[in-house]
């Protein structure tokens, strides 16, 4: 079956700090992955998308990815948080033969303390 | 350019009413979705499209219809609406390669 999971619901960093959040899929074909950013209220905003290529993936408000085909994960990381990164980031999978449909994982809350 | 809206950004319904939910998208882009948001759940794909004229349905369509009779346009359809179907609804295009872009989404209660 395919799915995303994102093993933690919530997470707390002290700004300043490195970031890192855990994202693993299950997906039978070869598969486009994204993590998207929500702030309360608010849609869903791209951070940076990996198809093919470079392992490592760099994305807007200095977010990076990096795509472990062995490991089936996809975690996002920010060397320093800022407080204006708290929100809430969901990791998805999707095939573009498949019309372009994704699957997301649960969502990870974050907090920054100042 | 505005992207993807949504109309309208909030509703209350009571149970049985009926509603449509407008998307509009003005990237030319090929595919639409319709999904739902609740707490702890993620985002999951009620419908989508992969075409004008065309619809499909995902992971929770029942009590859901669509239609896209123009290519910019997704709309989303309640027959019935059920305390169940109380959630976030957010619209969405994708070119499919360029990665897919999201509408500030429709706040909707069912009483």
């Known amino acids: 079956a395919q799915s995303v999971t994102q093993p933690d619901i919530h997470i707390t960093v002290s700004e300043g700090a490195s970031l890192e959040l855990r994202c693993n899929y299950s997906y039978g074909a070869t598969p486009y992955l994204f993590w998207y950013v929500q702030s309360p209220g608010q849609g869903l905003q791209l951070l940076l998308k990996?198809?093919?290529?470079?392992?490592l993936v760099q994305g807007i408000k200095g977010f990076e990815a990096e795509f472990k085909r062995s490991q089936s994960s996809f975690n996002l990381r920010k060397p320093s948080v800022h407080w204006s990164d708290a929100a809430e980031y969901f990791c998805a999978v999707g095939a573009y033969k498949q019309g372009g449909k994704l699957i997301f994982g649960q969502g990870t809350e974050l907090s920054v303390k100042p | 350019n505005a992207g993807v809206t949504q109309t309208p950004k909030f509703r209350v319904l009571k149970t049985g009413q009926s509603m449509t939910l407008l998307c509009a998208q003005d990237?030319?882009?090929?595919?639409m979705y319709w999904y739902r948001q609740d707490p702890g759940m993620g985002l999951r794909l009620i419908h989508y499209s992969v075409g004008e004229g065309t619809t499909a349905k995902g992971e929770v369509p029942d009590g859901y219809n669509v239609s896209r009779l123009k290519k910019q346009n997704f709309l989303l359809g309640l027959e019935s609406a059920a305390p169940s179907q109380t959630s976030v609804y957010f619209c969405a295009s994708s070119s499919g390669l360029a990665g897919t872009y999201f509408g500030p989404g429709t706040r909707l209660t069912v009483l």
């Open positions: 990237m030319n882009h090929e595919y």
């Open positions: 990996y198809f093919s290529g470079d392992t």
